[in-house]
């Protein structure tokens, strides 16, 4: 149980829970005292001019007398029809009642209230309070005669209607308080059941794939953000689930790869420790052999290095690579290569062609390409090379009127020990690396490459890289 409550107050729909109870808390007490604040004061601003007036009322009956006597305001005051006042106190200028119609009738005592004492001194003065469901409110005026105080006017009221008014509104904004309340807890409730449902998928989601399974995909309706979460899930796991295979296919492909050399090797070794009497030439036929296959070893370890080192993101050494130049060191290298395989090498270069590339990456890029070219050509076939600028990229063509490679092929043959025809390639010495590290090597350097079939016969790769700049680093 201790547990439970820990993970439930760690958990999102807790946080939630509470940051929502906060804002609810804050918006009802808001809700609750501000119109019942702005009420009281309207309320008392309403009573304040009401007296005020009455009070001007009063003292301008009374300044028609003569002086102020207890008769002549009581004279004057009861000509006065319609004030809501309930006690009307008149003063001389040192505060003596002369009229007063509150039940304590404090006429010929000096009454020395706080509102009076200011009315006296010249100023008018207004308090007001609410208590018990009732406005009580007073207010005070100078009575001036030829701009000399002569007396003062107290009035004092008790308003249980707008009290009546005020706690109706307090009851109104309560009901209102709590319907809102129990709407917005069982809005709170719906929204927060399905968000913690979403979210619980993404994370069961996320566990199954880390336990493995990467087949394992989240279905979510909805656009919003946890729907392109789920979709992002999707598209992440599609992508481990592909780099998984092709990881499982590289190690048996690497190891059926290592294996055939190897296994001739200790063929031909047994062979030669098992027969005693074998002769020097056959020895030596042997050993040939094997030297054949520890070559194959060697060029199958130098490509697996070249890919880890491209997987690793090694720091690309760019320069100032002359695409005339390297292709026809590449050519006098291919040249008998090609002599043997009765293939013709053609090239169509453009003088004066920098790329931004390393050397040995662009002598490795033209090598495989024109290798495999002439390798998979027909005798008396051709392979053309050209070179030329297109904007701020130095493009290159090897094209060849060789097999060709099939159209649904096509996407895969820059895959790692992909081969078309897998027992041709294996006569050929391929191993299916070389346009996975040509493929790897254009992209490190920023450019692009692709491949189609002639119309002719053949095929033709394409690779486009950044021509070099001026003053670049």
């Not at 009063?58 to 309930?86: C, H, K, R, S, Y």
């Not at 709170?188 to 619980?200: A, C, K, Q, W, Y």
């Not at 495989?368 to 008396?380: R, S």
């Amino acid at each position: 149980m201790v547990r439970l409550r820990w993970n439930f107050a760690r958990s999102l729909q807790a946080r939630l829970a509470l940051g929502y109870s906060l804002i609810i808390a804050a918006l009802l007490v808001l809700m609750n005292t501000y119109p019942v604040l702005m009420t009281e004061n309207l309320m008392f601003r309403s009573r304040q001019t009401a007296l005020q007036n009455e009070a001007a009322l009063v003292i301008n009956t009374l300044t028609t007398a003569e002086e102020l006597t207890p008769e002549t305001v009581e004279q004057a005051v009861a000509g006065l029809d319609g004030l809501d006042a309930q006690r009307i106190l008149v003063t001389d200028e040192m505060g003596l009642a002369l009229y007063d119609t509150g039940e304590e009738k404090r006429v010929g005592q000096y009454v020395l209230a706080g509102e009076i004492v200011s009315a006296i001194q010249g100023n008018d003065a207004f308090s007001s309070f609410y208590q018990d469901g009732v406005f009580v409110s007073s207010a005070a005026s100078p009575v001036m005669n030829r701009s000399t105080v002569v007396g003062a006017v107290f009035l004092y009221e008790e308003n249980s209607t707008q009290g009546l008014l005020l706690r109706e509104l307090q009851h109104n904004l309560r009901l209102i308080s709590v319907v809102v309340c129990l709407a917005v807890l069982a809005l709170f409730g719906v929204f927060s059941i399905g968000l913690t449902r979403r979210v619980n998928a993404l994370l069961g989601g996320i566990r199954t794939v880390r336990e493995g399974e990467y087949t394992h995909r989240i279905t979510m309706a909805g656009h919003d953000e946890l729907g392109q979460l789920a979709d992002e899930f999707n598209q992440l796991t599609r992508r481990l689930q592909s780099t998984e295979e092709e990881r499982r296919r590289f190690v048996s492909d690497a190891s059926h790869e290592l294996k055939t050399p190897l296994a001739s090797i200790k063929l031909m070794t047994d062979s030669i420790l098992q027969d005693e009497n074998i002769d020097r030439d056959t020895a030596r036929e042997f050993v040939a052999d094997i030297g054949e296959a520890a070559d194959r070893l060697i060029h199958i370890s130098q490509e697996l290095l070249a890919l880890n080192r491209l997987d690793e993101g090694r720091q690309v050494n760019q320069e100032a690579v002359v695409m005339k130049a390297a292709v026809d060191k590449v050519l006098r290298m291919l040249s008998p290569l090609a002599e043997e395989a009765g293939v013709t090498l053609e090239t169509k270069l453009e003088d004066g062609l920098l790329a931004a590339c390393g050397q040995e990456d662009m002598n490795q890029i033209l090598r495989n390409l024109m290798e495999n070219a002439i390798k998979y050509n027909v005798p008396g076939g051709q392979v053309m090379v050209s070179v030329f600028r297109r904007g701020d990229s130095v493009c290159l063509e090897v094209s060849d009127t060789g097999v060709g490679i099939p159209e649904e092929d096509m996407p895969r043959i820059f895959e790692r020990f992909y081969r078309v025809d897998k027992a041709r390639s294996r006569a050929a010495g391929g191993t299916g690396l070389g346009l996975s590290i040509v493929r790897d090597t254009v992209h490190l350097h920023g450019g692009e490459i692709s491949v189609q079939a002639r119309e002719e016969a053949g095929v033709c790769f394409s690779v486009t890289l950044p021509a070099w700049k001026e003053g670049q680093p």
